[in-house]
């Protein structure tokens, strides 16, 4: 089939290339020239395991390809995705919808044949009843159909997650698209992908929820965490205990630092916004987001505790500032209230993340980015273990750190208590 993905970003790049990967002709356009300059010599944009060489065989092959005309790359496809940004309006909790509107103009003007517009973008529920109402202004309702078909990739593992999905989404009533996006998804239904059909706006608001659901999990066993410490008790006995129970489940019940990324914090404020317009209220998921955007100031006063309310002056290593492993991105990680914190009350900080110098520290004066763990830890006070990240699990501590004395400070409790204790390192876990 042939696809067009309008916006690069995470969803349209790795859903597009992906789609091109089954054997589909697919498109991605964007409307930034050195963004598409880039991706035809295969640079890739994002941090992504395994992207980069499916961007080289796919386009190599023929099937992808990488463009700025809109207008040529629409009238070329038969199923036109909307990839592009909604991130929450600023001082609101409102998501700005004006790319999706963007986009849904721009392809108005530019239908010859029956489209079908499919909004993959996370959007509030009656987006696709606005974008319809959009596209109506200036092409017959006859000559396309507005479909929800919300995407749920992690950060990570997104390619698997593409390829291996729990479900597939799709809210239409139209019966022609139905059909024909389930041969779309037809090789990921042929592996036990789950097709769910429904309404558009149940599909706008089950990735929503889902993405809520998830959010309510972490926040709710970091506030446990909290509690464990106060009671002498290990939050990941209670994890295990009540993730092996079925109904539970045991992912998203790992304590840590507050959820951050593309996803969760956007979702949960758009979620509350849309229940306050229609006049109902979400208390949990408000409670949620409270709680989450308290989490950073919990942890701090760990960290005071830990260096004796003396920060001054003192070598703190964060190891990993991205909000999780195996992604760049830098969007709502706990870091970014943190560092600047700790650098305010005179802290020496050092980091080190396997993707590299972060801008978002490059203006502080005692923040320093390290090409090394060693570099990052010799001279350490304290060392914050901020991502998990799997090369940061069988460190040396005591063989790179200059210091007899010094603390660890496990924001992911990937390291063994009982070994730092045997190496004489003052350990400190969540939830511990």
Known sequence: ????????????????????????EVICVDKDKNKIDKLKKSIIPIYEPGLDELVK????????????????????????????????????????LSQVFSAAKEISKNINSFKI??????????????????????????????VSNPEFLREGDAIRDFIYPDRI?????????NKLLRNLYLPLISKGA????????????????????????????????????????????????MGTDKRIGGRFLRAGPAYGGSCFPKDTRAIVDTANKSKVSLSVIKTVINSNDNRSGILLKRVKKILNNKIKNKNITFLGVTFKANTDDMRESACLKMIPYLNKKG??????DPTGEKKEFIKFKNVQYKNTIKDACELSDLVIVHTEWNEFKLIDLKKIIKKKSFSVYDMRNIYSPEKMKKQNIKYFGVGR
């Open 347 to 352: 802290a020496k900080i050092r980091y080190y």
């Open 1 to 24: 089939m042939k696809l067009c993905m309008i916006g690069t970003g995470y969803v349209g790049l790795v859903s597009g290339v992906c789609f091109a990967d089954l054997g589909n």
């Open 117 to 146: 517009i499919i909004n993959k973008s996370t959007v509030p529920v009656m987006t696709g009843d606005l974008v319809e109402k959009i596209m109506s202004k200036n092409v017959k309702k006859s000559l396309f159909t507005i």
């Open 194 to 241: 789950k097709y769910i059909s429904t309404s558009r706006r149940a599909a706008e608001l089950i990735k929503y929820a889902s993405n809520a659901f998830l959010a309510t999990k972490i926040t709710f066993i970091n506030e446990l965490a909290n509690l464990c410490e106060k009671l002498k008790i290990n939050v990941e006995d209670v994890s295990i205990g």
């Open 169 to 177: 989404v799709i809210g239409t009533s139209d019966r022609k698209a």
């Open 57 to 96: 065989k796919n386009y190599k092959a023929g099937r992808l390809k990488f463009s700025t005309n809109l207008v040529e790359s629409v009238q070329k496809s038969k199923i036109i995705f909307i990839c592009v940004g909604t991130p929450t309006l600023r001082n609101k909790y409102e998501a700005d």
